[in-house]
């Protein structure tokens, strides 16, 4: 049973900064094969995509909404993937979730489908 739990969250003011975390179990980076990346969703919003990785890590993409403030990673060894948020906008407000993705042109990020394990993720809230 493949099960993702994201921690890290917080409240925070704006212009702080955050380190989020994703670490699933009963499957590993390297057993999927895919991309993994961070999505949001504000409320009243659909959940967007924001950042993506490789699977061997080699290249990021990252939304213009989060561009030169977030940066992914992600540690093979430890099988988790990190999100540090930097400069952090009230409008950053969400809560997060990571999930295998995919990217076309934009970058437009996307979840691989179909996917069924999406975790609770971790609540953000940036106040000014």
């Known amino acids: 049973q493949v099960q993702v739990v994201e921690s890290g969250g917080d409240s925070v003011q704006a212009g702080e900064s955050l380190r989020l975390t994703c670490t699933p179990s009963g499957l590993t980076f390297k057993e999927s094969g895919m991309a993994w990346g961070w999505y949001r969703q504000a409320p009243g919003n659909e959940r967007e995509g924001i950042s993506c990785?490789?699977?061997?890590?080699?290249?990021?993409w990252y939304t213009d909404s989060i561009k030169d403030r977030f940066t992914l990673s992600k540690d093979d060894v430890k099988n988790t993937l990190y999100l540090q948020m930097n400069s952090l906008k009230v409008e950053d407000t969400a809560r997060y979730f990571c999930?295998?993705?995919?990217?076309?042109?934009?970058?437009?990020?996307?979840?691989?489908?179909?996917?069924?394990?999406w975790g609770q993720g971790t609540q953000v809230t940036v106040s000014s």
């Open positions: 999930a295998p993705c995919t990217v076309v042109s934009g970058p437009t990020i996307l979840p691989v489908r179909p996917w069924k394990y």
């Open positions: 990785i490789t699977w061997s890590g080699g290249r990021t």
